[in-house]
């Protein structure tokens, strides 16, 4: 689908009633995202239930802490979360701390509404991106970030992922 969306996508502040049906699109942005980078044993731990349970917590975080949802024809089609920086080494006071959409809506605009939702135009803010995820990367870099040189290791699912930091 890399091309513009032609149905309406409704973009609006995550509820708690989202929190199952974030879980399931969330474990399955999971597995389309990481399937390279993780092993297949460690991705089948995912559980839309538990992530569920992380989503009804978020929900219910303070107003400094802006969680959207994209929905199409009503269905959860992905999400993004912003909020306070969590690092004590931050270059900014605030982080992008997720956007994930699901695969069969890459390319149609989507990610850039979930984007606009969670940051203010020009908003200094940073981000941990997977090292190996150019798509992400391209995204971001189109969005005014880029990589600081600042890269860690982090415990993903009982495995390691190597992040990098964009900044902007």
């Known amino acids: 689908m890399d091309a513009e969306l032609q149905t309406d996508v409704i973009v609006r502040p995550v509820r708690d009633v989202d929190a199952e049906a974030l879980g399931r699109v969330h474990a399955t942005c999971w597995h389309e995202t990481y399937d390279h980078l993780i092993s297949k044993a460690a991705l089948?731990?995912?559980?839309?239930?538990?992530?569920?349970?992380?989503?009804?917590?978020w929900a219910a975080q303070g107003p400094e802490y802006r969680m959207s949802a994209?929905?199409?024809?009503?269905?959860?089609?992905?999400?993004?979360?912003?909020?306070?920086?969590r690092d004590d080494d931050a270059p900014r006071s605030r982080e992008l701390y997720f956007i994930y959409l699901l695969d069969a809506w890459h390319g149609t605009g989507i990610g850039q509404k979930l984007f606009d939702a969670a940051v203010d135009d020009?908003?200094?803010?940073?981000?941990?991106?997977?090292?190996?995820?150019p798509r992400a990367h391209r995204f971001y870099v189109r969005n005014g970030f880029t990589a600081d040189g600042a890269s860690h290791v982090e415990p993903f699912l009982g495995e390691s992922l190597t992040e990098v930091r964009f900044v902007r």
């Open 122 to 133: 020009n908003e200094p803010l940073y981000l941990w991106v997977a090292d190996d995820n």
């Open 44 to 57: 089948e731990r995912v559980s839309p239930r538990r992530m569920a349970e992380l989503w009804t917590h």
């Open 70 to 85: 994209a929905l199409v024809e009503g269905e959860i089609v992905g999400f993004v979360g912003s909020g306070p920086a």
